[in-house]
């Protein structure tokens, strides 16, 4: 670090790193006296960059607080992690509904040597999830989600706009307990007042929050995610179903609404995925399509398509009654 401009850049990252330095310290850390530091912190205000310099025996250099660096220093590692978070959050939708993700790796990626660019383009070029997100699933608008965790880390109440599953609109006044993200999806949980009980809420259907002066106690022990993942499971659907469809996307999604089930292309076909509560009902389902299936799960179901074709068989053997007498069975005109 011979060069001046690096040793400012590094008093740079020294204190985007730590709280506080002293003079002392960013002098033997970077290899000069402290007068230079001075200099250096100088330096770096004149480029717009504030450094609070304080006296006495506890004094020293920090970033002013609220500014807006220009891009982070990132090592290698550090710049693989913010990537690979960026990449992994768009794709299971841990995102908003600001199209950000795209803009933000493009400015990582001109502030990064050549050769660490490269390879992680390679990596995000050649990665695959496991984990899909739900199909066509809306994510919540940034302003939402940063007043709902404010609200929730400040315990204030809030009112908010909701927009239920049927598509209802009501004001609703929550005590937020928790954000959790779960399965593709934000949810925010605590007391609904309107009920009198804690509720779970999907924050992609909250249109307006605000945020009121009155405060709440979050129940003792109370666990957001565990309760998250129990009243979704607590919802009256019985089978997860998994069935693939041979037709392509487009006719799919004409065919079965998104409500019903969510429809993702796969090597094999179109991938149906559905939760049910009966499954007669989604036989009859894949029976009126028209379009040859595969049943992947759960092998019940296709116990309820063979007894459902059963049922057909045996009401296409059926004759009117009395059709003798009439003369429009068996063929005659």
């Not at 250099?61 to 913010?82: C, I, Q, S």
């Not at 496991?130 to 965790?149: D, H, K, V």
């Not at 019985?238 to 969510?262: K, M």
């Amino acid at each position: 670090m011979s060069h001046p401009a690096s040793r400012v850049l590094g008093m740079l990252e020294l204190l985007q790193a730590h709280h506080q330095l002293t003079g002392a310290d960013l002098g033997q850390r970077l290899g000069v006296d402290e007068r230079t530091v001075r200099r250096y912190a100088a330096t770096l205000a004149e480029l717009g960059i504030p450094v609070v310099a304080t006296r006495g025996r506890y004094g020293g250099y920090r970033l002013g607080a609220g500014h807006k660096l220009p891009p982070l220093m990132l090592n290698n590692d550090e710049a693989a992690a913010v990537v690979l978070g960026l990449v992994a959050a768009d794709h299971l939708g841990l995102g908003t509904e600001a199209p950000a993700t795209a803009s933000a790796l493009a400015k990582i990626r001109r502030v990064l040597p050549a050769p660490l660019a490269d390879r992680l383009a390679a990596v995000r070029e050649t990665l695959g999830f496991t984990l899909q997100p739900p199909e066509g699933s809306a994510r919540p608008a940034t302003t939402t989600l940063l007043a709902l965790g404010a609200a929730t880390r400040a315990r204030r109440r809030i009112s908010m706009t909701y927009r239920s599953w049927r598509g209802g609109v009501s004001l609703r006044e929550l005590d937020p307990y928790g954000l959790v993200f779960h399965a593709g999806r934000w949810y925010v949980t605590g007391h609904d007042h309107r009920r009198d009980e804690v509720r779970t809420f999907r924050v992609d259907r909250i249109s307006a929050v605000d945020a009121g002066e009155e405060s709440f106690t979050v129940p003792d022990g109370f666990d957001p995610v565990g309760h998250v993942t129990r009243s979704l499971a607590g919802v009256p659907y019985t089978w997860e179903v998994e069935v693939l469809l041979e037709t392509d996307l487009a006719q799919a999604r004409r065919r079965v609404p998104a409500t019903v089930a969510e429809l993702t292309e796969s090597a094999d076909g179109i991938l149906l995925r559905a939760r049910a509560q009966h499954l007669d009902g989604m036989a009859q389902l894949l029976a009126g399509l028209g379009w040859p299936f595969t049943i992947l799960r759960p092998v019940e179901l296709r116990t309820a398509v063979t007894e459902h074709a059963a049922r057909l068989t045996a009401l296409a053997a059926r004759e009117p009654v009395g059709a003798n007498q009439h003369g429009y069975a068996r063929g005659n005109g």
